[in-house]
Structure formats: structure tokens, C-alpha cells
Nanobody, 124 residues
């Protein structure tokens, strides 16, 4: 599975962005897709994930109430709608595919395939 993330950009605090992750291959619906983010000097952290069939989902506390993950398996695409962005959301965002169980959705070592990052910059 090859993943490609896009949709990053530079926005002001309070603005919204929609990231997208597209994938090659016909087995896309088998995979949990997760979003992770990383800033220089910090460890990569979990943001959100969604099961292959489109549910359930899991969010980091920092994302709850502001971010929404969804997927369209017909288009091999997972989206991350990010609202009310804050400067601390600034990071490179990565999508990943794996087969973790729900309780392990946030564990990056359960994801086998990773896309390149897309940079989100939020200014105050």
C-alpha cells in the first residue's frame, strides 16, 4: 500500500484545514488508517484513526471536538477535517495504514505503511 498525504498549508488560529490521504491498491478497506503528527525535536504523536469499514474511530484528546476523521473506500481516501486550529497543531502530519485493534489505534508500531508528511502551520 502506498499512501500520499496532502492538504497542508499555512493558516491562522481558528481556521480550518482538511487533510487527505490517498492510497494505491485494492486492499485499502482492510486497513485502519491513522493520522499522526510530528514537530522537530519531538516524538511523533497520534491524532486520529478510523477502522477499515469506516468505524469506529479514535481521537487523541487534543483532537477531540475539533478534528473529524472519515473515509471513502470507493475513492481509497481518508480525510481529516481540522477545525478551530491552534498554533500547537503546527506539525508535519502523516497518514499510516495498519491493522491494530481498537485499543491499539494510537500505537504507531502497529502501522505498516506510511505516507510522506504534509506540513500544517498555524499562526497566532
Amino acid at each position: 500500500v502506498q499512501l500520499q498525504a496532502f492538504g497542508g498549508g499555512s493558516v491562522q488560529a481558528g481556521d480550518s484545514l482538511r487533510l487527505a490521504c490517498t492510497a494505491s491498491g485494492s486492499t485499502f478497506s482492510r486497513y485502519v488508517i491513522g493520522w499522526f503528527r510530528q514537530t522537530p525535536g519531538k516524538e511523533r504523536e497520534f491524532v486520529a484513526a478510523i477502522r477499515g469499514t469506516g468505524g469506529p474511530t479514535k481521537y487523541a484528546d487534543s483532537a477531540k471536538g475539533r478534528f473529524t476523521i472519515s473515509r471513502d473506500n470507493a475513492k481509497n481516501m481518508v480525510s481529516l477535517q481540522m477545525n478551530s486550529l491552534k498554533p500547537e497543531d503546527t506539525a508535519n502530519y502523516y497518514c499510516a495504514a495498519g491493522t491494530p485493534i481498537l485499543s491499539a489505534f494510537s500505537s504507531e508500531n502497529m502501522y505498516y505503511y506510511w505516507g510522506q508528511g504534509t506540513l500544517v502551520t498555524v499562526s497566532s
